[in-house]
């Protein structure tokens, strides 16, 4: 329906919107069941999601595994769940644990809702880093280019009426 927008705020946000051609209610599932995450939040092509853990909830736990196939190379996010509305909001913190890095990175804190747009939903994604540097060094990770393939992904899911249900 439209590419992804990432916009900057201040020194610590980031903010994602994407228009999705469904309801709120099918994109709101697609972030939260674990089955259907699976088969659009990939990133670029060449890589799965072998491990999701989303549980939708707070206090709930997340985990998502991504693997392209090859040793090594492989990462992961990590986070709690803060807050659910269902269909309509979700709050979580995430972080990454990447393999050239000795930890995880700072928290993310991530609010997402679910708007309907005529007939389609407005998606918009805050995230607050904590601190510039942090958010320099996300963004210098390409990860709009994933999020996109990703996003565009989902799409075809959604044209499939029976995929992700309303």
């Excluded at 670029?44 to 190379?73: A, F, L």
């Excluded at 942090?134 to 565009?152: D, F, I, N």
């Amino acid at each position: 329906m439209s590419k992804m927008t990432l916009t900057t705020e201040g020194d610590q946000h980031v903010v994602v919107t994407r228009r999705f051609a469904a309801p709120p209610q099918a994109i709101y599932r697609a972030h939260t069941e674990p089955e259907l995450i699976q088969k659009w939040m990939l990133g670029p092509d060449g890589w799965t999601m072998p491990v999701c853990i989303s549980e939708n909830h707070p206090g709930g736990k997340i985990r998502y595994e991504w693997s392209n196939g090859q040793e090594g190379q492989g990462f992961y996010i990590t986070g709690e769940v803060i807050s659910v509305e269902p269909f309509h909001r979700l709050v979580h913190v995430e972080r990454m644990h990447l393999p050239q890095l000795p930890g995880p990175t700072p928290d993310n804190h991530v609010e997402t809702t679910f708007e309907a747009d005529g007939d389609g939903t407005l998606m918009t994604m805050r995230m607050t880093l904590p601190d510039a540097a942090t958010r320099a060094q996300m963004l210098a990770s390409g990860m709009e280019h994933g999020m996109e393939a990703g996003y565009v992904r989902l799409e075809g899911l959604l044209s499939q009426t029976s995929a992700v249900p309303a």
